[in-house]
């Protein structure tokens, strides 16, 4: 059997990339690697699964999120690191925010939370300063936090309070101060 020297050349760039996914970018050991390992666990709420949480893991560098399937798990592709781990859910109260330590290609313990009803909801729209719709912006408040739709539109379940509110994306900033009563 014969090989030609462009199919070796090939298998060679494929073996080299794919040796590289699972090099460290940086010998900063502070810094994520791309070695994939993942952060798992399951969304309860009233002690049933909860399906269509937002999941969201934050790092340094950058962050990861899903959403949780029917029967309430999760699983989040990640590097190596620790990353803060937190859940939201329309209609529901954010819980604190979880650490999650996670060595290369190993899965972290289960990072469980649950979710209790929301008394109080802050609703809005990201516009632009010209009216424009803003959309995938990320929404902060008290520990809650939302991405708007493609139409601007974002929740965020909170309890009764004065919030800081925070929207971002990239080359955007607001904050503005609201009263949940």
């Given at each position: 059997?014969r090989?030609?020297?462009?199919?070796?050349?090939v298998?060679?760039?494929?073996?080299?990339l794919?040796?590289?996914?699972?090099t460290?970018?940086?010998q900063d050991?502070s810094?994520?690697v791309?070695?994939?390992?993942?952060?798992?666990?399951?969304i309860?709420a009233?002690?049933k699964p909860?399906g269509?949480?937002?999941?969201r893991?934050?790092?340094?560098?950058?962050?990861a999120?899903?959403?949780?399937a029917?029967?309430g798990?999760?699983a989040?592709?990640?590097?190596q690191g620790?990353?803060?781990?937190d859940v939201?859910?329309e209609?529901y109260?954010?819980?604190p925010?979880?650490?999650a330590?996670v060595?290369?290609?190993?899965?972290k313990?289960?990072?469980d939370?649950?979710?209790?009803?929301?008394?109080?909801?802050?609703?809005?729209?990201t516009?632009?300063?010209?009216?424009k719709?803003?959309?995938?912006?990320m929404?902060?408040?008290?520990g809650?936090?939302?991405i708007?739709?493609?139409?601007g539109n974002?929740?965020?379940?909170?309890?009764?309070?004065?919030?800081?509110?925070?929207?971002?994306?990239?080359?955007y900033?607001?904050?503005?101060?609201?009263?949940?009563?």
């Amino acid at each position: 059997m014969r090989i030609s020297k462009s199919l070796i050349v090939v298998l060679a760039i494929i073996f080299l990339l794919a040796a590289s996914y699972f090099t460290a970018f940086t010998q900063d050991q502070s810094a994520p690697v791309f070695q994939r390992a993942y952060i798992t666990g399951t969304i309860t709420a009233d002690g049933k699964p909860c399906g269509g949480a937002r999941v969201r893991a934050s790092f340094q560098t950058g962050e990861a999120e899903c959403i949780s399937a029917s029967n309430g798990h999760y699983a989040l592709g990640v590097g190596q690191g620790t990353w803060k781990v937190d859940v939201s859910k329309e209609g529901y109260k954010s819980p604190p925010t979880k650490t999650a330590s996670v060595e290369a290609l190993r899965s972290k313990d289960q990072v469980d939370f649950n979710l209790a009803k929301s008394a109080a909801w802050i609703k809005g729209k990201t516009l632009t300063t010209d009216g424009k719709v803003l959309s995938r912006v990320m929404v902060t408040a008290g520990g809650a936090f939302a991405i708007s739709d493609n139409k601007g539109n974002f929740t965020l379940s909170v309890d009764a309070g004065k919030y800081e509110v925070t929207a971002m994306k990239v080359n955007y900033t607001l904050q503005n101060t609201v009263t949940v009563q």
